[in-house]
């Protein structure tokens, strides 16, 4: 589930998260966070909810370049939305980010499957988030429904 | 520093400017490449941290924007983004960016970067410090510049200056009729023109360097003189010194020449050559020595002849025409107020004395009675040979009887002459100045009347022509 490597004390109180089934990437990259806020829980739970209100629309946006095969924007929306995992430490999501680019580069079809496949890393982001940010919301938004 | 974040993910926005404030700079965030290109046109930052991908305006478009500037204004440009190939890298350095940083963000990293980033800003600071020095000593160097071209251009014209006046002192100095020399302080020769070369029958090239007195030789430049040049080399000057050696005559002037700050150089003498001039002048002085001697000579001469002229040559007194003058003299005199007695005196029996006894006898007979009147005569009184054996007297300031109260005593020295042949007298006629003899004829005629009237009575007396006058009467 999380990174073995460069483990930091846990000082933000937030619960690790449980393992991604299939994958074995962590959900999230809690050493980066917490090197990246400082040990600020109440920072990074803001950035859960930037990053929560953020990815539903990419993930919309990624999902409709699928599906008409616009790759350019396909590939442009995945890489935005690498970057955007990787700022919040999503190391999950952003490892499928990266198989995706590569498809898209390297001409790979299964590009359904990993699309599922970072819907349901972004599922644990946010039952993480749920879990250890009461007061952020998660919300899917229309993916959240597309998804259930 | 104030930093601008450039970021279309608010998610990496947000960890941006937390990142960045952290490290205790402001921020300044941005959600597009227009937004940021917008604001930074209106405040330059010291720092951009950009992110790559962004719509409309992507982060390499924006280093190229800020880097177009070119306003002087350093602006230290991170690229941060989820592109990862080395590639990326080499594109975003040649679209401008100063650094580069791959997500998710290593905080240690972006620490690094903004020390690297307060260095190199300092750096700028400093450099910009400098070339505002730079630029201000090239502005002190260009001024000085324009100066020493100025001095430059005023050093070619007084050269220009110095080599005209070198020219025409050269000039002047060789064409001077007059043989002119410079000596330097120690009285060696420096300059030596054409002309003296031919006074002095040295050449210029043996002249220059040698001391002025081997080149003069001491007859001519002595111990005197030397000094006279050493004083012009102490600032005095001489003009027309006249200096020779025994052969030739020169006229010598000399002054002092002035270096800089006024300190005396040497001296300049300039040499004429007078012995043409001096030998005439001489000549002329002899000559006039000469003619002196001539004038003098010829004065005695006029003198004596003057004398002759007035003098008898017979008896050495005054004759006939010195008699006229002085009796003029002596009428005008007397018409002033002054008496004036005249006497004629004949020597008795003359003609028969010298018929008997011979004319040298005579002679002597004439020469004696013309002794005794004159040594016998007043000091203002005057004795004339009349002519023949008569003699004419003039009293001065006497009347009639004063004038034969002299007469009385001549006649009687006349007659006490001795004389070997026989006795000597004379005959006296007297007259004075008067209403009726007021001029010389008239008064002569009366004393001659009387004369006569003393041959007449017997000879050998004093007749008055008032008595005779009035014996007629009688």
């Known amino acids: 589930m999380f990174s073995e490597q460069n483990q930091p004390r846990n000082t933000t109180g937030i619960t690790p998260p449980s393992p991604v089934s299939g994958g074995g990437e962590a959900v999230l990259d809690l050493a980066y966070l917490y090197e990246v806020s400082g040990g600020d829980k109440a920072f990074i739970c803001d950035l859960a909810a930037e990053f929560l209100s953020t990815v539903p629309e990419l993930l919309s946006r990624l999902e409709g370049a699928l599906r008409t095969s616009d790759f350019p924007t396909a590939g442009r929306t995945v890489h935005n939305l690498k970057g955007c995992c990787r700022s919040f430490g999503a190391v999950g999501m952003s490892a499928v980010c990266v198989r995706l680019e590569e498809s898209l580069s390297g001409g790979v079809l299964d590009l359904p499957g990993l699309f599922e496949e970072l819907l349901a890393c972004f599922h644990e982001v946010q039952e993480f988030v749920g879990l250890n940010c009461p007061e952020v919301r998660p919300s899917l938004g229309g993916l959240q429904e597309d998804a259930a | ?474």
């Open chain 2, 1 to 474: 520093m104030r930093v601008l974040v450039v970021d279309d993910s608010r998610v990496s926005a947000r960890v941006l400017e937390h990142a960045i404030r952290e490290l205790g700079h402001e921020v300044e965030v941005c959600y597009s490449g227009p937004e940021a290109w917008s604001l930074f046109e209106r405040e330059r930052f010291p720092v951009v941290v950009t992110d790559w991908m962004m719509p409309d305006l992507d982060g390499p478009e924006l280093c190229r924007r800020i880097r177009g500037l070119g306003d002087g204004d350093f602006t230290y440009i991170i690229m941060c983004t989820a592109k990862d190939e080395k590639s990326d890298r080499l594109a975003a350095t040649e679209a401008g960016a100063d650094d580069y940083l791959s997500k998710p963000l290593d905080r240690l990293e972006l620490a690094s970067r903004f020390l690297v980033a307060e260095r190199l800003l300092g750096m700028q600071v400093t450099l910009a410090e400098r070339n505002r020095q730079l630029v201000e000593a090239n502005r002190v160097l260009e001024s000085q510049k324009l100066e020493l071209d100025a001095m430059l251009r005023r050093l070619e014209s007084t050269s220009l200056i110095a080599e005209v006046s070198r020219n025409r002192f050269s000039q002047l100095f060789e064409g001077l009729p007059v043989a002119c020399f410079t000596i330097d302080s120690h009285a060696v020769i420096f300059e030596w023109n054409s002309r003296a070369e031919i006074m002095f029958g040295v050449r210029s090239f043996e002249a220059v360097g040698r001391p002025l007195r081997s080149v003069l030789g001491s007859s001519l430049l002595t111990a005197q003189r030397m000094r006279n040049v050493k004083n012009v080399l102490k600032g005095k000057v001489f003009h027309d010194q006249s200096w020779d050696d025994g052969n030739r005559y020169f006229l010598v002037s000399a002054l002092p020449l002035y270096g800089l700050e006024s300190t005396i150089t040497g001296g300049i003498l300039t040499v004429v050559d007078v012995t043409r001039q001096q030998r005439a002048e001489e000549q002329i002085a002899r000559q006039l020595r000469e003619l002196n001697v001539a004038h003098e000579e010829l004065r005695v001469l006029n003198q004596r002849l003057a004398a002759l002229a007035t003098t008898d040559a017979l008896t050495g007194i005054p004759n006939h025409r010195a008699l006229q003058d002085r009796l003029s003299e002596m009428i005008h005199a007397a018409d002033r107020g002054g008496g004036l007695g005249l006497a004629m005196v004949d020597v008795d029996h003359f003609k028969l004395f010298n018929d008997e006894f011979g004319h040298q006898a005579g002679d002597e007979v004439l020469k004696a009675v013309a002794s005794t009147l004159r040594d016998k005569l007043r000091r203002n009184d005057f004795v004339a040979r009349y002519g023949g054996e008569e003699f004419c007297i003039l009293f001065k300031d006497v009347d009639e009887a004063k004038a034969k109260e002299l007469s009385e005593r001549l006649r009687r020295a006349i007659a006490q002459l001795p004389c070997e042949h026989r006795a000597i007298t004379a005959s006296f006629g007297v007259a004075s100045f008067g209403p009726k003899t007021r001029n010389a004829a008239m008064l002569l005629r009366a004393a001659d009347e009387a004369l006569y009237a003393a041959k007449e009575q017997g000879r050998n007396r004093v007749v008055a022509y008032s008595e005779m006058n009035k014996a007629d009467a009688a």
